[in-house]
């Protein structure tokens, strides 16, 4: 079966445009997690949904950055008013069922490379 | 933009050697710990997991060690071959509000040298 896919693999995009990055997950994976990696790091995390509802989003770093899923499978990142900044590798992930007593695997996708020029 | 300038700690080995990556974790209530392999242009990989109630877990040529006094991990690689030249990186589970919640460390970027 098919893994995790983000599309586009590479965005080039100027200062103060709108972006969209899109997640396809595994079938059947219900826990859907972005993280943004920069240079030299490791995946930071951004966003978890379950289902279609955010139930954390307390690592987006601003109100420019939005995410939805609304059916539950297919999640896009919104990013408005691109900053410089903002310029990083965003990496999707999804799992079976999250939160049991024993670690659901992450599996992630090639992630999105975002430069903002 | 990106920060530049950064650099990751590396770890070089020859071929046939064993190597031996650690990792220091932050987070007492963490339940499980994981190690992830990544490769130039891929999403990480994982390699393995070990639950807070162990302190040894072995897979095909890998082990983790867990130190919970230290709050140290640790993965060994047997037999290290040029396939395993990536960077690795450990991270750490604590369940909250339900559902689980994955914090990386920095990672250490494995040369092996033919």
């Known amino acids: 079966g098919a893994g995790v896919s983000q599309t586009p693999s590479n965005k080039v995009t100027e200062k103060g445009k709108y972006v969209e990055l899109r997640c396809d997950p595994i079938s059947g994976h219900t826990a859907l997690y972005w993280y943004r990696q920069s240079l030299g790091q490791g995946p930071e995390f951004l966003i978890y949904f379950q289902g279609t509802g955010a139930a954390d989003d307390s690592g987006l770093p601003n109100d420019r950055f939005f995410a939805v899923r609304p059916e539950g499978s297919v999640s896009t990142l919104k990013i408005q008013r691109t900053e410089r900044g903002d310029s990083a590798v965003y990496l999707c992930a999804s799992s079976l069922a999250s939160g049991g007593f024993t670690y659901n695997e992450q599996f992630f996708g090639p992630g999105t490379r975002l430069t903002v020029l | 933009g990106e920060s530049v300038g950064l650099h990751l700690p590396t770890l070089s080995v020859q071929e046939g050697d064993n190597s031996i990556i650690n990792c220091a974790y932050s987070?007492?209530?963490?339940?499980?710990f994981i190690w992830y392999k990544q490769e130039s242009g891929k999403g990480p990989q994982f390699i393995i997991d070990i639950r807070s109630n162990m302190d040894k877990r072995q897979g095909q040529r890998v082990t983790v060690l867990l130190n919970k006094t230290v709050k140290h991990l640790s993965l060994q690689i047997a037999a290290t071959q040029p396939g395993d030249s990536a960077v690795y990186f450990c991270a750490e589970r604590a369940r909250s509000g339900g559902y689980q919640k994955v914090t990386f460390g920095t990672g250490t970027k494995l040369q092996v040298i033919p």
């Open positions: 987070n007492s209530a963490s339940d499980y």
